[in-house]
Structures are given as structure tokens and as C-alpha cells.
T-cell receptor, first 114, second 119 residues
Framework: AQKVTQAQTEISVVEKEDVTLDCVYE???????LFWYKQPPSGELVFLIR??????QNEISGRYSWNFQKSTSSFNFTITASQVVDSAVYFC???????????FGAGTILRVKS | DTGVSQDPRHKITKRGQNVTFRCDPI?????LYWYRQTLGQGPEFLTY????????KSRLLSDRFSAERPKGSFSTLEIQRTEQGDSAMYLC?????????????????FGEGSRLTVL
């Protein structure tokens, strides 16, 4: 079975602070794919990043960075210098090599205050 | 707008009534998914179509739920004899599956969802 755990239910930060969202996953597949999605108040899930299990290089995109560690089954997401517009629910998701669907975590609510 | 569109955005109904949701995927996408999201939870898989064929259904999809994608384009999700426990956001997503497996990146493109409230 595949499972994604986002232990942080809600995080509040003040604008310009850095914040890290944790994601831990479980899978028996040797090849798998990890994703982060953002869900603003409008409701639409917006794709942020995909990472393959065979590519452990961390990635930086503007203020966003992702830390993939196979040894701890974690795929954490950091926002540097947070902004009020970053306020949303963030979901981590997993897809197995032969699976046809994404399995989502429960999400982390991020509130960025000005 | 060339994204995934869903209709209606909000539906309030009385227990026991039937409701139908429509999803129009991104036009070239051959795969279409339905997910359900309740308050404070992540999306849960309900079912998916490859073109017009429904290939997988979750145990969450009881006999009261039926989904169709008759021409491999738009899809409908019908809930019969609604119950209060059906209150949720119903999300539709689409993707393009290519014949070469290594070309498939796996990400889904979601619509804004249809929120159902059963009174």
C-alpha cells in the first residue's frame, strides 16, 4: 500500500520568514514519483513539482526548494522569504511506477501574515 | 480558458435527491480522474477513465455513484439518493498518457471542483 503523511496540520509564519513543509511517504515500489500541489482558496489544485525516485538531486525554483531524501522517505518543501500570497493548503502526493493514480497526504495549511 | 472546467461549482440539495456533476478536461488529454475531498483531508481517488473506458473504481464509489465518459471527452459523475455524508468537494483532473511509458510524467491537472452540500 502507498501512503503519504503530512504531520503538520497548520503552520503560521510572518511574511519574509522561511518555512518548511514536511512530507513522509511509504511505498514498496522501487520506482515512484512524488509531487507537491498548492490549493489556494479558489479550490483548484495547482501542480508545483514532480520528482522521480531515481533522481535525488534537490531542486530550487525561485523562492521554492525541495529536499528529496530516499534514506528517510521524505520529500520536504521549503518556501524562502514567504509572502502573503503563499497562503494556501499544500499537498504532497505519491504515484507508484505501475499505479495510475496519485495518493495524497492530508495537506498542510500555510498561513502567512503580513 | 483551456484548463479543466467543472460545473456546477456549488450544489446544495436535499437528502435523497440525485445530483450530477460535469467535467470538461483539457482537450487533448486522454485520461480523466474523479477525486473527492472532504474538509481537512487530501483528495481521495474515486475513479478514472482512459478515453471512454472506465478502468478503475475505488471502494469509496458506492452503488449510488456512477460516472461516464461517453465519447472520451467530457465526463459526468452522478450521485443518486444523496446522503449527508456525500457532502464534499468533487474534483476532476485530466492528464495525457503517451504510448512510451518514459514520456509519462504523472502529474494531473485539476479543475476548481464542484462543492456538494447535502441538507
Amino acid at each position: 500500500a502507498q501512503k503519504v503523511t503530512q504531520a503538520q496540520t497548520e503552520i503560521s509564519v510572518v511574511e519574509k520568514e522561511d518555512v518548511t513543509l514536511d512530507c513522509v511517504y511509504e511505498t514498496r515500489d522501487t520506482t515512484y514519483y512524488l509531487f507537491w500541489y498548492k490549493q489556494p482558496p479558489s479550490g483548484e489544485l495547482v501542480f508545483l513539482i514532480r520528482r522521480n525516485s531515481f533522481d535525488e538531486q534537490n531542486e530550487i525554483s525561485g523562492r521554492y526548494s525541495w529536499n528529496f531524501q530516499k534514506s528517510t522517505s521524505s520529500f520536504n518543501f521549503t518556501i524562502t522569504a514567504s509572502q502573503v500570497v503563499d497562503s494556501a493548503v499544500y499537498f504532497c502526493a505519491l504515484k507508484g511506477e505501475y499505479g495510475n493514480k496519485l495518493v495524497f497526504g492530508a495537506g498542510t495549511i500555510l498561513r502567512v501574515k503580513s | 480558458d483551456t484548463g479543466v472546467s467543472q460545473d456546477p461549482r456549488h450544489k446544495i440539495t436535499k437528502r435523497g435527491q440525485n445530483v450530477t456533476f460535469r467535467c470538461d478536461p483539457i482537450s487533448e488529454h486522454n485520461r480523466l480522474y474523479w477525486y473527492r475531498q472532504t474538509l481537512g483531508q487530501g483528495p481521495e481517488f474515486l475513479t478514472y477513465f482512459q478515453n471512454e473506458a472506465q478502468l478503475e473504481k475505488s471502494r469509496l464509489l458506492s452503488d449510488r455513484f456512477s460516472a461516464e465518459r461517453p465519447k472520451g471527452s467530457f465526463s459526468t459523475l452522478e450521485i443518486q439518493r444523496t446522503e449527508q455524508g456525500d457532502s464534499a468537494m468533487y474534483l476532476c483532473a485530466s492528464s495525457l498518457i503517451r504510448s512510451r511509458a518514459s514520456d509519462n510524467t504523472g502529474e494531473l491537472f485539476f479543475g476548481e471542483g464542484s462543492r456538494l452540500t447535502v441538507l
